[in-house]
Each structure stands twice: as structure tokens, then as C-alpha cells.
């Protein structure tokens, strides 16, 4: 029972320790710079989108949130491919998109159209906020548990595009009351899309280093040439095309599970027919 040092071998015998007695785990220090100085840049440009916001210059305020959405996805793809995840990265990404796709997209709608609405206009701004915040926690603690091919829920980014891009297209903004309940739609629509459970679809699993068809260049040229010439009107058929194509995909998955009822057939009685009941 006992060893060459007087020590028991039976580890049953000793006490148990509690929970709380336990060591705590150690946090490690420091943090990858390479993926932080993408979400430091992201979360610059949406402070910066508010203090042009503030000013009245929307011109330079609503693409600083284009910005942002590049420097979002960047991010995530120089820490994948770095190696450079982790814990601290994936909370302070959340938190710099609350800046730049909630708080820097209302502001801007606000200051731009909804200002004349008085209380329903940041009343509306602030759900706006608010559906982003849910949005992105919902998205952390679902992370490893959904088909990467989609997003549950319209994302943050997607959200902030739309009047991104409207205010990129038409930087005047409203004054009368009247023409803000467009503007209440723009961003209502965004928001309740964000907590809601239509699926998105998810480019995260597109591989670039697979051998693709020459057409695929001559899309991508004809993309860059559409940006060029018109970059207002193509960035607002863009944000407004993915936003609804969710919506398409859901009618019609809604239409393919309906349920097909079988037609009934009237029986006709004749005198043999009776006759076989009969029997």
C-alpha cells in the first residue's frame, strides 16, 4: 500500500479539492498585431463615419463604412491564413463591428434623412444599433454550430451597406418629413432582417486557390469596370440585391415544402357497382 517513500499509492485516499480551490487559468498576454491593426483600421473608420456624420459631410462619411466592410473581411482571412486566431481577436472584432456597422450606419441614416421624425427617427436609429449588437452576439455563440455556406440572419456588414450606399448615391439627404419614411424603411427592413432566421448566403467557403474557368476573370474584370464607371449605382444594386435575395430564397423554399393534396376522385355508381356491395 505504500511506496519507498512512506507515500500511499492509493490516490482514492487523499482529499478531493474543490472547485474553488482550484488554480485559475492563465490568460495568455499579448495579442497577434497583424489581424488587430485590420480591426483597429475598421473600427477607426466607423468613428470616423460619425464625426463626418455629425458635420453634415456625407459624401466622405458613408464610404468609410465600404471601408470598413473590406477591412472586416480582411481581417478574418489574414488570421485564418496566419494562423493568428484567437479568443481576444474574435471579441474585439465584435466589438469594433458594433462601432462601424451599428453605431456608424445609424448615425449616418439619422443625420442624413431621419432627423426631420424627431423621435421615431432615433427611435429607429437606435433599433438599428441594437438589432447589430444581438446580431453579432448571436453570431459568436453560434460559431462552429451552422452550415458556414450560410448566415442565420442578414449579416452586419450586408445590414450596413444599404444606406451606406444609398446615402454614397444620393449624399443630399431629406429635410421634409414626408420623403424620411423612405428613409425609416431603409433602415427598419436592414434591422429586423439582422435577428431574424432567413439565411444568407455565406462566401467564407469559396477557395481561391482552386483552378477556376477564364470566365471567372472576365466576370471579375466586368465587375472592377462597373465600379470604375458607376461605383453609386453599382454599390446600391449590390447591397439591395443580396438583401433580397435572401428573402427570394426563403419564399421559395417555403413554396417547395408546401404540401401537395392529392386530387379526389368522384366514383361514378353504376348497377354492377351495386351489385359487388351486395355481395
Not at 66 to 81: E, F, P, S, Y
Not at 169 to 181: D, E, M, R
Request: proline fraction near 6%.
Amino acid at each position: 500500500m505504500f511506496g519507498e517513500e512512506g507515500r500511499p499509492r492509493l490516490r482514492m485516499l487523499t482529499p478531493l479539492r474543490r472547485r474553488s480551490d482550484r488554480r485559475p487559468r492563465r490568460f495568455r498576454r499579448g495579442v497577434y498585431l497583424l489581424p488587430s491593426m485590420f480591426t483597429m483600421g475598421n473600427m477607426f473608420c466607423g468613428y470616423a463615419c460619425v464625426v463626418y456624420s455629425m458635420r453634415g459631410e456625407y459624401e466622405m462619411a458613408a464610404p468609410l463604412i465600404g471601408v470598413a466592410i473590406v477591412l472586416d473581411m480582411l481581417d478574418g482571412r489574414v488570421a485564418r491564413m496566419t494562423g493568428a486566431t484567437s479568443e481576444f481577436g474574435l471579441e474585439f472584432d465584435s466589438l469594433a463591428d458594433v462601432i462601424s456597422f451599428g453605431i456608424a450606419p445609424a448615425v449616418l441614416a439619422f443625420a442624413w434623412g431621419l432627423q426631420p421624425l424627431g423621435r421615431i427617427g432615433w427611435a429607429a436609429s437606435f433599433l438599428f444599433v441594437a438589432a447589430a449588437a444581438v446580431r453579432l452576439a448571436r453570431f459568436n455563440i453560434q460559431t462552429g454550430t451552422v452550415d458556414k455556406r450560410f448566415f442565420v440572419g442578414l449579416p452586419s456588414p450586408a445590414a450596413a451597406a444599404v444606406p451606406a450606399a444609398t446615402v454614397f448615391a444620393y449624399p443630399f439627404g431629406f429635410k421634409s418629413p414626408v420623403h424620411s419614411l423612405a428613409v425609416l424603411a431603409m433602415v427598419i427592413v436592414p434591422a429586423l432582417l439582422m435577428v431574424s432566421t432567413i439565411r444568407f448566403r455565406s462566401f467564407k467557403t469559396f477557395d481561391l486557390g482552386v483552378r477556376r474557368s477564364y470566365a471567372v476573370l472576365i466576370l471579375i474584370a466586368l465587375v472592377l469596370v462597373l465600379l470604375t464607371a458607376q461605383p453609386d449605382i453599382f454599390l446600391v444594386v449590390l447591397a439591395y440585391t443580396y438583401l433580397v435575395s435572401g428573402l427570394i430564397a426563403w419564399a421559395w423554399s417555403r413554396i417547395r415544402r408546401r404540401p401537395v393534396v392529392p386530387e379526389q376522385t368522384e366514383t361514378v355508381s353504376t348497377p354492377e357497382t351495386k351489385i359487388t356491395k351486395g355481395l
